[in-house]
């Protein structure tokens, strides 16, 4: 089979015990102000986890390599949720009892928007460099028009040069070949969890590379101010504890705003990360996805190209991609991303030329074709349309689901966690779970997806605290209203709400307060 040069696989231990409600309902919920009421320190066993990706698998094929049915299994065992969905898809008028998908990362609110404007007639040219083998690093038309939208969208202090882009199809593409050209197989990427969980695979199937898990959780601690918060000291033990089995880091993973998370890093804290990064010779991939997708007005968001100063410009790499959607208030400027999760489109920026340039070479596999790259280049220029016409829609559109499904939370006393970006909510289910197990909280993903409901649950982004959820909420709102109801189904019939005290740690009388 397709091993891993690895040690021990570190299998983390749950914080679970340290968690509070309290600490939970005193946050800032949907990004407003509040205070943090904290309990005193008190450190879980064990912070980090090294991942092994294949440490449950189980199912070697005959016509595969080990490698292929390691790949295989992937597949089989991290999809479910979605292929049951795309076999029983909600429909309004073809299958109005059929699943809905409050799962996936998706922006479905500005379909016809994107349709009018990818529908119009400057948008289709075909001309013989168009049909031709490209430069593998994407058009120079292309990056020139990426370059230019990166530096007023990240509002970088000087203007980003075309060859330091490379574009290719989507960011998680860009992770694998991230991935397969800094690390050798078996080494390793720091990554605050909970995260984004497809990541693993991303890293893994091609590159052999696996992540090593700084946990985060809900309770606030320390000098710490909100839940789930990220600290250099953190990072310092995760990196320590992997040195010390054995496992070579190479790099951090940050994504910011962060999925599933919301968590938007101030210019400090990310100067510290970075910091911390150079300090020990790491790579350092920010993933920006949803850097437009930023609608709460309160919450200001710096991409990490509108630093001053880089600390390390040469192991700094910065990845964006149109796949997601939001709005840039933060910038005075209505703005929004896209979703177009199906065009596939991602890009990378970085000063560093020999990643740039094995990226490039990735890109043969990855790259995008040329009559897309001409259609995402008319896109990207066409300022007017999407500061006038898309932004501000999408933002109303956005603001307007998420003010939906927040409301309804707080009318079913479902605590949750929502900082203003992104398009999901993190919502902590733990008082519906029997026990706090992942056994149990898995038993309750399925009874949502028994009752055509798809959410998806927090082990698959490594949170240790069973019972999160994280639920999507840029949808038309006549679909949310389907299915917010069944989240009132554990509530109300058959599942017991279990009740502790203080020293359990769990209440079951949650008032509505947000996470
Ligand atoms: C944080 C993050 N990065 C990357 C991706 C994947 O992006 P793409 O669709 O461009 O491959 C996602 C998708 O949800 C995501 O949430």
Redesign the pocket.
Known sequence: MFTLPQKDSGTPTTSLGSVSQQGLHSNHGDGLEGECSRKPDQKPLKLYGVGDPTAMFSSDSPYLSSRGSVIKWFWDSAEEGYRTYHMDEYDEDKNPSGIINLG???NKLCFDLLSRRLSQSDMLRVEPSLLQYPDWRGHLFLREEVARFLSFYCRSPTPLKPENVVVL???????SALATILCEAGEAFLIPAP??G??TQ?VYLYGNVRLVCVYLDSEVTGLETRPFQLTVEKLEMALEGANSEGVKVKGLIL?NP??PLGDVYSPGELQEYLEFAKRHELHVMV?E??MLSVFEESVGYHSVLSLERLPDPQRTHV?W????VGSWLALGVLGEDFGM?GL???TLYTENQDVATAVSSLCRYHGLSGLVQYQMAQLLRDRDWINQVYLPENHARLKAAHIYVSEELRALGIPFLSRGA?FFIWVDLRKYLPAATFEEEMLLWRRFLDNKVLLSFGQAFECKEPGWFRLVFSDKTHRLRLELPLLLIPNQSDLAVTVLGDDGALNGGCNGDKL
């Open positions: 996936t990362s998706e199809n989507g960011c998680a593409s860009l992770f995260y984004y497809a990541i991303h994504i962060q999925n993933d996805v949803y990845m991609a149109t796949s997601k999760s596939r489109f991602g992104g």
